[in-house]
């Protein structure tokens, strides 16, 4: 089992920046492809950011590419999400999610463990 919690969501308004991150617990963290998932109110689930278990690979929805990092540091277990340029529809609880690869990549259903979320709300 790994245990994840998502912290840093808040209120920020229209191009602020927000660090949203995720510590993990449980089993070894470096073995682990990391992802980011959002979902706004009335909206399915959408796939943000992912990154392989050694960091060397990233990987962007169009939407948030040239604005969203994602990184990692497995000594300290955590996955960030750096959110610069933030805009309305930016706005969702964001998730991290674990997957038992070197890499997954964009599809949450190869993913396997969540955490529970954290709210970005961006304003105007």
């Known amino acids: 089992q790994v245990q994840l919690v998502e912290s840093g969501g808040g209120l920020v308004q229209a191009g602020g920046s927000l660090r949203l991150s995720c510590a993990a617990s449980?089993?070894?963290?470096?073995?682990?492809?990391m992802g980011w998932f959002r979902q706004a109110p009335g909206k399915d689930r959408e796939f943000v950011a992912a990154i392989s278990w050694s960091g060397g690979m990233t990987y962007y929805a169009d939407s948030v590419k040239g604005r969203f990092t994602i990184s990692r540091d497995n000594a300290k277990t955590t996955v960030y999400l750096q959110m610069n340029s933030l805009k309305l529809e930016d706005t969702a609880v964001y998730y991290c999610?674990?997957?038992?690869?070197?890499?997954?990549?964009?599809?949450?259903?190869?993913?396997?463990?969540w955490g529970l979320g954290t709210q970005v709300t961006v304003s105007s």
């Open positions: 999610a674990a997957g038992s690869s070197s890499w997954v990549g964009r599809a949450s259903t190869l993913y396997d463990y």
């Open positions: 449980g089993r070894t963290f470096s073995n682990y492809a």
